[in-house]
């Protein structure tokens, strides 16, 4: 899974960051930044709506799976 991190410094400028929470350091950046209360933000893009460049949503994928595997039985005469 990854994480989309709004990071705010001094300047009032925002970072956003992609951590990979499957490796040791990603897992213990995340830990280290949820200490944090003021200034962190975790975004989560399945609450906020807005799915991130080169990702689908559950209801596209599924979808998407439907009509391959519809296409694929058509083709070798399982329907």
């Known amino acids: 899974m990854e994480y989309f991190i709004d990071l705010q410094n001094q300047s009032s400028m925002i970072h956003t960051v992609k951590i990979d929470d499957s490796t040791r350091n990603g897992k213990k ?35 998407q799976v439907k009509e391959n595997l519809e296409s694929y039985c058509k083709e070798n005469g399982i329907l």
């Open 29 to 63: 950046i995340i830990t280290d930044l949820r200490r944090y209360r003021k200034g962190v933000e975790f975004d989560n893009p399945a609450i906020r709506g807005v799915v991130p460049e080169g990702y689908v949503t559950g209801d596209e994928f599924e979808k």
